[in-house]
């Protein structure tokens, strides 16, 4: 085994047992390098990347409307410029079968990479969930590229059904629980059911898939240390800190062109730091 398949695969086995306790696993989501540096420095033990984040960023909608290269490319880049265990977001694979998802499990692996976000959203309108046994043969696929390439791949399988429109709160949580058991079962290491942020329903949740539960965080949901409480493995923010930061460049730019003043930018990193936190 090369060096840096023995580094990634360590990586991952580290990766894997953070999600066991004692403490939440938090993981921030970046989008480029300076931010993946700043969460790094600030002492987060590993970080996970925001697939809308790095789309938006690219000047891309988010939903796999991204090409695959340049995500796979942006996650490379990342994952080279920081020593912690990093986690990718790729979408549904970018492929609709599950020959797909093994290719970008392959190359995920072979950039260092050592854990993937997929999820069971089907980009259509009609049918916006595909189906389950498609999405349990995916999380298949995945594990079988990783152990051709004898390097590991932690899976956080998510469900989409808490972000359909119009949804119904008990069937709902019976859809969400149906596939996120059926994909522990068939292998993920951890399950994820972002836009669910009512407490009881994430406790019951928590309790009821028997295995890591991953929440999607960020204003209006229950607090870290509540989610704790509630049973939650771990805890990610999507591409909320990408947006917030978008926000703050929205309020400099109508300060600019209203005020001509720059009170928006006090609180920056100073460029010096920047620039030592980069390798300068």
């Not at 023995?6 to 953070?18: D, G, H, N, V």
């Not at 909320?240 to 920056?268: F, I």
Request: hydrophobic letters at 40%; charged letters at 20%.
């Amino acid at each position: 085994m090369s060096d840096a398949m023995e580094s990634q695969t360590s990586k991952a086995i580290q990766f894997r047992q953070l999600h066991r306790g004692p403490n939440v696993l938090i993981l921030p989501n970046a989008w480029d390098v300076a931010s993946a540096r700043i969460f790094e420095d600030a002492g987060f033990p590993a970080i996970a990347t925001t697939s809308a984040g790095i789309a938006f960023s690219l000047g891309y909608p988010d939903g796999q409307r991204i090409p695959r290269e340049e995500m796979l490319a942006r996650i490379g880049r990342i994952t080279r410029a920081v020593q912690v265990p990093v986690t990718a977001d790729v979408e549904s694979g970018y492929g609709s079968g599950p020959e797909d998802v093994a290719k970008t499990t392959r190359e995920l692996i072979q950039a260092g990479v050592i854990g993937m976000n997929l999820e069971d959203a089907s980009s259509r309108r009609d049918q916006p969930l595909i189906d389950l046994q498609l999405a349990i043969e995916k999380i298949g696929a995945a594990r079988e590229a990783a152990m051709q390439l004898h390097g590991q791949i932690v899976v956080n399988a998510r469900t989409e059904v808490y972000l359909l429109p119009g949804g119904n709160p008990d069937a709902d949580y019976s859809e969400a629980l149906r596939r996120l058991v059926a994909f522990r079962n068939a292998g993920a290491d951890c399950v994820f059911a972002p836009g669910l942020k009512d407490a009881e329903t994430i406790g019951r949740l928590a309790k009821a898939v028997e295995c890591p539960l991953n929440i999607l965080a960020g204003p209006g949901s229950p607090s870290i240390p509540e989610l704790a409480k509630l049973g939650v493995a771990r805890v990610s923010v999507g591409s909320g800190p990408m947006r917030a930061t978008l926000g703050l460049l929205r309020r400099v730019a109508d300060e600019l062109k209203s005020a001509g003043t720059y009170n928006s930018m006090e609180g920056a990193v100073p460029y010096a730091d920047v620039n030592k936190l980069l390798g300068g």
